[in-house]
């Protein structure tokens, strides 16, 4: 899907030369642009989120350097809490984001386009029902996790820079900021999170949402969470168990579960080596999940016309 | 070659049968215009056609499997469906900018030179855009594909007078050439009577009606009937007589025309005129009157 699709003989756009070229077409990257054109939540809502947090960062950190007089007495679990936490707020907050932006777009993605009857202009183009869905799908899977990644990295370094001048000459070596915030070490780490969690732990759940969206004849939201709540409450009445919302938490939470509670975000990640990660078999059920939803969705769309 | 070939087309949405075993055959090169009333079936037969939608029965477009080969047949078909599809979030930039990255038989330069006709600039929304001016842009881009089959449900939908004779003479001038392929169903028959190769009619789902412009000029005759020979005239068997100007008007399949000419004016009847005796006259039967 990738690879530009079979090459026709056309002449030139733009000129009137009769002699033949060969024009390549790349479907598949030219309907992910699309869904950013179509939605720009996908790229504001995680830019506004940050732009608000720096905001009240700054004025945290102007708040702070009052109360300092030039005089930092912190112990240093202290330090870390003043400097470190708030990088990681940051990051939580543009993920949160991203995630809920995600969940949203999917549910609305296929069920929009039939409702506007926009799918009949683009069923008459040479995009298949499999590459539109794929396009639609890469938007959860690896748009929005790398456009947080990016949004993240600079909002902290913004962060870092803006605490380095307010700070300044407030007796807090500018130095200690940075080795606390251990800026590139997180940023890997966070990088590490959100491939592996958002791009590939989560997709079953964006599988299903692409689904329902495609399927669903009205109110897509409802189609979405009443089947689980429905599953969860006829399993608790007729055995008394709750394997499938146990199931469910552990697909959200995430597979580094296994380790201590109360530890932070980033130590949690860091425990998880990739290897571990990849041995993990819910991944790779998780996967095949994924997959078999995506099929259906391709399957749906085909048959499905405006609404 | 055929470019639409269809035997014992079937559809059916719960008890209601859309189509019921349509058979056609559209050849290269024709433009042919699909008549039916609201209903008859023609937005199905076409949906069919573009792979929109499932059927029973044999099909092939371009050689093609519709239903299964619906993105491939899309570099050689191009289709505009009955109502504005054109999403409203799109800029005419990113519209001429995403036909272009996904369709190989675009050609861009061609589209932009239509748009300079009207008053669509590119910075525009859809949304911003009058219902007109959209059905323009729609157009624009997609007169602007070097397709081989072009298929138009009421295309000329909410355009002005104006515009929509612009429309159908650009059809002529600029897109058709003989090895292209035009379907158009509208109910504005008297706007494409002069553009159509042939006509067809499809009533309750089945081709009623099929043959070529020319044979319609020959085969059928339209007689404003003097009074005093109107027992004459009837005699002739006409297969439709109505009432205009108080004077009666008899339709003739086959008749002769000098014979028919002794009984008053003569003149080629139209397609709407046309269409009430063919249809009119087999409602409640569905005998082909093809051929």
Redesign the interface.
């Given at each position: 899907m990738n690879t530009p699709s079979n090459t026709v003989p056309e002449s030139h756009a733009g000129s009137q030369a009769i002699s033949p070229a060969v024009v390549t077409t790349w479907p598949l990257f030219w309907s992910i642009r699309r869904e950013l054109w179509g939605n720009r939540s996908i790229y504001l809502a995680p830019l506004i989120a940050a732009a608000v947090f720096v905001f009240g960062f700054l004025i945290n950190m102007i708040i702070l350097r009052r109360r300092m007089h030039g005089v930092w007495t912190l112990d240093p679990a202290q330090q870390h809490e003043a400097l470190a936490v708030p990088y990681e707020i940051a990051a939580a907050l543009i993920m949160g984001t991203a995630f809920l932006v995600g969940i949203f777009y999917s549910l609305d993605t296929l069920y929009g386009e039939r409702r506007d009857r926009s799918i009949l202009f683009w069923k008459s183009l040479p995009v298949s029902d499999l590459t539109t869905v794929l396009a639609k799908v890469a938007i959860p899977l690896a748009i929005l996790p790398l456009l947080s990644f990016v949004i993240t990295v600079v909002t902290q370094l913004i962060m870092l820079l803006l605490s380095s001048v307010v700070l300044l000459g407030s007796g807090l070596s500018v130095a200690a900021l940075w080795t606390h915030s251990s800026f590139f070490h997180v940023s890997l780490m966070l990088l590490y999170h959100l491939v592996t969690v958002h791009g590939l732990w989560y997709a079953p759940f964006y599988g299903w949402l692409l689904l329902v969206s495609a399927w669903s004849p009205r109110a897509p939201f409802l189609w979405a969470f009443l089947p689980p709540f429905v599953i969860c409450g006829v399993e608790k009445i007729a055995f008394n168990t709750t394997h499938f919302l146990t199931m469910l938490q552990h697909r959200l939470t995430g597979p580094e579960v296994m380790t201590a509670p109360g530890s932070n975000l980033m130590v949690v990640i860091a425990a998880l080596t990739p290897v571990e990660f990849l041995s993990e078999p819910g991944l790779w059920i998780g996967l095949a999940i994924a997959a078999a939803f995506l099929g259906t969705a391709v399957r749906l769309r085909r048959y499905r016309g405006p609404i | 070659m055929a470019c639409i070939e269809a035997r014992g087309l079937r559809k059916s949405f719960g008890t209601t049968i859309a189509l019921d075993g349509v058979n056609l055959r559209v050849d290269e090169g024709r433009i042919v215009g699909l008549i039916g009333p609201n209903g008859a079936g023609k937005t199905t037969a076409f949906?069919a056609i573009?792979?929109?939608?499932?059927y029973q029965g044999e099909l092939r477009v371009l050689g093609r499997d519709p239903w299964t080969e619906?993105?491939?047949?899309?570099?050689d078909v191009?289709?505009?469906?009955d109502?504005?599809?054109?999403?409203?979030?799109?800029?005419v930039s990113?519209a001429l900018?995403?036909?272009?990255?996904?369709?190989?038989?675009?050609?861009?330069?061609?589209a932009e030179g239509f748009l300079t006709k009207t008053a669509i600039r590119h910075t525009s929304k859809v949304r911003e855009l009058s219902k007109g001016m959209v059905t323009q842009l729609?157009l624009a881009l997609?007169m602007a594909i070097?397709a081989k089959l072009l298929v138009l449900d009421e295309p000329t939908l909410g355009l002005d007078i104006l515009y929509r004779k612009q429309f159908y003479d650009s059809l002529l001038n600029d897109y058709f050439d003989r090895s292209r392929t035009i379907v158009v169903a509208t109910h504005q028959v008297e706007e494409v009577q002069h553009v159509l190769t042939d006509l067809m009619f499809i009533d309750r789902g089945r081709i009623v009606f099929d043959c070529s412009m020319e044979k319609v000029e020959s085969r059928y005759l339209e007689v404003m009937v003097h009074p005093a020979r109107l027992a004459a005239a009837r005699a002739l068997r006409p297969i439709h007589e109505r009432q205009a100007f108080g004077r009666s008007i008899l339709l003739f399949d086959h008749g002769d025309r000098q014979q028919l000419a002794a009984l008053g004016e003569l003149r080629t009847p139209s397609i709407a005129d046309l269409f009430v005796a063919v249809v009119g006259n087999q409602s409640g039967q569905s005998q082909g009157a093809s051929q």
């Open positions: - | 949906n573009l792979g929109l939608t499932p619906r993105d491939q047949l899309m570099r191009c289709f505009i469906a109502v504005a599809v054109l999403p409203r979030w799109i800029r990113q900018d995403y036909v272009t990255g996904v369709h190989p038989r675009f050609d861009r330069a061609k729609h997609i070097d």
